[in-house]
């Protein structure tokens, strides 16, 4: 959303506002640092361990006020969290236009992603503008009725922010992550960099809780244990208990895996530059990951993103371990499989979902 929250603050003729729920206190304040954005509103809702009733009570308690004061002509909500799908109730609730950044995106199983396929689909029940970013999403939108001239395919604006961050020479910091991992960056930039191959890795979704998860750790292992030190794989590990446990349980002794705490956006840019494969339970990432010409594994059963499926740049694995074990195989193993998934055009958008967006608003009648 950052590109929308800084383009819109030089638009003429638009006053602008960002409120925060802070529903991920320390994701969010790294990427408002790195982009400059200091939000108006902060109504800092995280709570330890909150359960999904007890966030959206508190988003619904907290923000009604700040709509009855301020008493916007629009709500932009980007996403499917639970602040997006509650935010975008109460804006209904105050007669208030939404806009949904990222509209459209559908797996068809209420289950999977849980709870933000059904997030996503109560924001567009009560969405004026839909910003779908592929025209796949546009379709499924137009499947549930809504009218035409209330969509406008923009891209994606997490693609614009990924061009922008990847611009950006490595700060020392940065450097310095990539030299313990065994990745260096030459002084000049038009020379290839050396050192191991770098396999990058997230899994946190609710729904491989349990059993899921431990299923793709027992492939991680299996795929460091047979690269051994010529391959290394990096893997921030989510906060939550769930995650943790069974993470640090079972990949904690492996030589060629480095967990790492969760990382600001900046320097994970900067290590998905390097990597050669990208293994992920994610959303965004089969979005950002081939933005930089990185293919990606997506380990989930379904995928709200077809279209990465769909151009090449993204295969779904599910999490069962001798597939996923099975398909990093191949893509490590032989480079025109590589080749393939790596040089294929990512669907999300050219770099101007911002500008489309906002030009959106402004043609509104």
């Known amino acids: 959303m950052a590109p929308v929250v800084k383009l819109l603050a030089r638009t003429p003729g638009i006053e602008s506002l960002v409120c925060t729920t802070a529903q991920h206190r320390q994701m969010l304040d ?20 909150q359960s999904l009733a007890e966030i959206t009570a508190a988003i619904f308690t907290n923000l009604d006020p700040v709509l009855t004061q301020l008493n916007p002509n629009w709500i932009l909500v980007q996403g499917d969290t639970t602040t997006v799908m509650a935010s975008a109730l109460l804006a ?9 950044v990222e509209a459209g995106l559908r797996t068809g199983d209420k289950w999977q992603p849980f709870p933000e396929e059904i997030n996503r689909r109560v924001a ?11 025209e796949w999403s546009c379709q499924n939108l137009l499947r549930e009725g809504i009218p035409a001239r209330h969509i406008v395919v923009t891209g994606n604006p997490v693609i614009d922010a990924l061009q922008s961050v990847a611009s950006l020479p490595p ?19 038009s020379q290839k960099k050396s050192g191991k191959r770098l396999v990058l890795i997230t899994a946190h979704r609710r729904e491989n809780f349990g059993k899921p998860l431990e299923n793709i750790c027992l492939a991680i292992r299996q795929l460091a ?12 590990v989510h906060l939550n208990p769930n995650v943790q446990e069974p993470v640090y349980r079972l990949l904690g002794r492996t030589p060629n895996i480095t967990l790492l ?10 290590l998905m530059k390097h ?6 339970d994610s959303g965004g990432l089969q979005e950002e990951a081939p933005g930089l010409g990185v293919p990606v594994l997506v380990m989930r059963e379904v995928t709200e993103r077809p279209e990465a499926i769909e151009a090449g740049t993204a295969r779904l694995v599910g999490v069962d371990t001798k597939r996923i074990v099975e398909e990093a195989n191949r893509l490590l193993d032989d480079p025109q499989a590589h080749a393939a998934m790596a040089t294929a055009i990512n669907p ?9 967006i906002v030009k959106a608003l402004l043609d509104f009648e």
């Open 348 to 356: 999300y958008g050219d770099g101007h979902a911002a500008e489309r």
């Open 124 to 134: 567009s029940v009560v969405t004026d503008l839909h910003f779908a970013p592929t």
């Open 30 to 49: 790294q990427v408002l640092d790195l982009f400059d954005i200091r939000p108006e509103i902060d109504l800092d809702l995280m709570r330890h361990d």
């Open 225 to 236: 244990e047979s690269y051994g030190n010529r391959v290394q794989f990096v893997y921030p």
């Open 171 to 189: 700060t020392p910091e940065v450097l310095t992550l990539l030299r313990q991992i065994g990745i260096n960056e030459p002084a000049d930039p």
């Open 275 to 280: 990597a050669t494969l990208v293994l992920t």
């Open 261 to 270: 705490q969760p990382l600001d956006y900046f320097p994970w840019v900067h």
């Open 92 to 100: 209904y609730y105050h007669r208030i236009h939404v806009g949904h």
